[in-house]
């Protein structure tokens, strides 16, 4: 008997609950719809307070009324947002998008082709960004790689230039080089750090650079960096 009025306690209090929040629904419709007779009316009494006010509270609608009531200050708009774009340097993505998006609420069907564009460059620019930081060493590039054989066959001695693709200093980069036999298999890889920073899109020649120990029977060489560190 006591779980039954307690099921039947909830229930009541679900109901209200329901209920309450029906009304509040109810009320809110209808403040906005008297909102909108206000608004209509405003529209033809006042056009310039109806601009304003859209404007105001951020109405959607601000831009197609301001051209319907207001085609002086709908073109001066356009036109400041249009020198706007001409004056903003095209590797500025981030500022070309607020602009085209500006342009967009004034005129949709004419920028928005253009907008794209510019998004899908500047997504492209961040997936890169993300991908230098995350491997800088695809970045640090090895060009005019040759080595040699010293300590009597022992130990390699290499000369190469590295170049730094990055936007960012670089530094401690890592080299790994793997070392074949006449025969082609690979027999032995060597590790080392070269403790230098090489500034951003520069160039950075490394000569004579000692990679260790290497197999006496090692022929041929193939290195890459295997890591380096961003200094933004």
Known sequence: MRVLLVLAFLAAIAIVGAGAIGGRLVTQQESAAKTEVRLQELRTTNPQAYLAELQTVGDTRWQAELRVLDKPRYDILVAQLKEELRNTSPADLPKLLGIYDRLLLFEPTEYTNKRDGVLQKLRAREAKE?????????????EGFS????????????NFSLKNSLPWKVKD????????????????????????????????????????????????????????????
């Open 130 to 142: 993300k991908d230098q930081l995350t491997h800088p060493e695809r970045y640090v590039i090895i």
């Open 147 to 158: 080595w040699k054989k010293g300590g009597f066959g022992t130990t390699m001695q290499a």
């Open 173 to 232: 980069i890592e080299i790994r080089c793997k070392h074949s036999a006449p025969s082609g298999t690979m027999i032995d890889e060597n590790s080392r750090t070269i403790y230098e920073s090489i500034e951003p899109n520069k160039t950075r020649q490394i000569s004579d650079f000692g990679m260790g120990f290497i197999h006496t029977q090692a022929h041929t060489s193939l290195c890459e960096v295997k890591n380096a560190v961003v200094l933004r």
